[in-house]
């Protein structure tokens, strides 16, 4: 009992962090050879910390527009341009998309370093990104050397239709980073979240 009240590692509780690992693996959203994960306090401190880490101030991080309010502000502190991506009904506009990630690789602008995406049951809206457009955000990422950060809160939600696979779960080429929380299916006051990425990137987280 008395580890309870002692420092732990910074990278979360072990057995959890394997258990977390074991369960994105079985998803595919884990490879063990390049990805690591580490325990957060909420989903919100990963995100902030995935924007520390790959965005100097006056880079751009694109996301959905609108987008959760909690994140967007966390960016903000980092002093990012944010760049809203109009968000349909079944994702965000690819064109805009495409537009914003192209515009620092041809005009000598600030570049677009990281995408911030809620594919699943997005917040504010509750629209879902489909499995077409899953695919094709994630190869204009990969066309244009643009992290993806995907929030995925609400994915064990679902009570109705077949679960989309996760940008994650595509990811062959170390893209994406993987924010989830256990705030939605357990309780929000308990601030216990975790994120999994490329293991260069957790270091520096």
């Known amino acids: 009992p008395i580890g309870a009240l002692q420092y732990s590692l910074t990278e979360g509780y072990t057995p959890l962090r394997d258990l977390l690992k074991k369960e994105l693996e079985k998803k595919g959203e884990f490879d063990p050879e390049r990805d690591d994960l580490i325990i957060t306090s909420g989903a919100q401190q990963a995100n902030e910390l995935a924007c520390k880490v790959l965005c100097d101030p006056g880079d751009i991080l694109c996301c959905e527009a609108p987008s959760f309010i909690g994140s967007l502000n966390a960016f903000k502190s980092y002093n990012v341009e944010l760049k809203g991506i109009t968000l349909h009904e079944d994702g965000v506009d690819l064109k805009e998309l495409e537009e914003a990630f192209a515009t620092g690789k041809v ?99």
């Not at 609400?154 to 993987?178: H, N």
């Open 107 to 205: 005009k000598k602008n600030p570049e677009a370093k990281l995408l911030y995406t809620i594919p699943s049951f997005q917040n504010p809206t509750g629209i879902t990104t489909s499995l077409e457009k899953r695919k094709a955000i994630y190869e204009l990422a990969k066309k244009y050397s643009v992290m993806i950060l995907e929030d995925n809160p609400y994915g064990d939600l679902r009570i109705k239709g077949e679960a989309i696979p996760s940008i994650k779960s595509m990811d062959k080429d170390g893209l994406v980073m993987y924010s989830r929380t256990f705030s939605k299916i357990l309780a929000p006051g308990i601030r216990v979240g975790y994120i999994s990425a490329p293991k260069e990137i957790i270091g520096k987280i």
